[in-house]
């Protein structure tokens, strides 16, 4: 039964690893205004319509617009609190664990999944506002749909520091927005994901996870 519960958490794994990087790969070619008629972008629609579809219908108004990137953090949510789970209940068949023990680990793998998630956001956001940053300095076009979208992702983070800031030549909003993420990121989320960690270690669970996680 242990086996089982193992090789159901790797296939779920790999699945949602696979599609994960659909997802990307979707993303990435929207930003071109491709061909609806080629293959392969018909293939990525079939695949993803779905979910963003759906998303776009239980978010609350502006987040809407984000459906396809918060579909990708739902993914790598569920790629880590998934396997976990099934490793826990294989665990726990096998008799390694305790009833009593089985809702810890799976809240930590729960907690390790939002925190995991919370921290690849926040990378993501500091990348943006630091190319946004340098975009700045070469006064690009809006109507780029690249820099469009890197402007419509940070401009609530960028904008309330802006109105604080005295006019100055070069904008340093993305770089002070950049810095508040970087300490949230160090001192929030890292205790997060330490004490996600302190509730999972100890039952042979981590080993399995992705190795990014698990550095």
């Known amino acids: 039964m242990e086996s ?13 690893t696979l599609y994960g990087w659909i997802i990307i790969i979707a993303i990435l070619i929207s930003w071109v205004n491709p061909d609806p008629g080629n293959p ?22 502006s987040l809407t617009l984000f459906a396809a990137y918060i579909s990708l ?4 949510f569920l790629e880590i609190f ?12 096998a008799g ?3 009833l009593g023990q089985t809702p810890t ?6 907690l390790l999944g939002i925190a995991v998630v919370a921290r690849s956001l926040l990378y993501f956001l500091i990348i943006l506002l630091l190319i946004w940053f340098f975009l700045t300095l070469i006064n690009p076009s809006i109507n780029n749909p690249i820099v469009r979208t890197v402007y419509i992702l940070v401009d609530p983070f960028i904008t309330p520091i802006q109105r604080r800031l005295p006019r100055q030549k070069i904008d340093l909003s993305p770089l002070l927005a950049a810095g508040v993420f970087l300490l949230l990121n160090q001192l929030l989320l890292g205790k997060l994901i330490g004490y996600a960690f302190a509730l999972t270690r100890g039952h042979g669970l981590l ?4 190795p990014l996680i698990n550095s």
């Not at 018909?42 to 695949?47: D, E, G, K, Q, V």
């Not at 080993?207 to 992705?210: E, I, N, T, Y």
């Open 105 to 110: 680990i799976v809240a930590g793998f729960f």
């Open 207 to 210: 080993s399995a996870l992705p």
């Open 40 to 61: 392969i972008v018909r293939f990525l629609h079939r695949m993803t319509d779905p979910l963003w579809n759906y998303l776009r219908e239980i978010l609350p108004g």
């Open 73 to 76: 953090l739902l993914v790598m």
């Open 96 to 98: 390694a664990l305790s």
């Open 4 to 16: 089982t519960f193992e090789f159901l958490a790797v296939l779920t794994q790999w699945a949602l």
């Open 82 to 93: 998934l396997p976990g789970v099934l490793r826990t209940m294989g665990d726990f068949s």
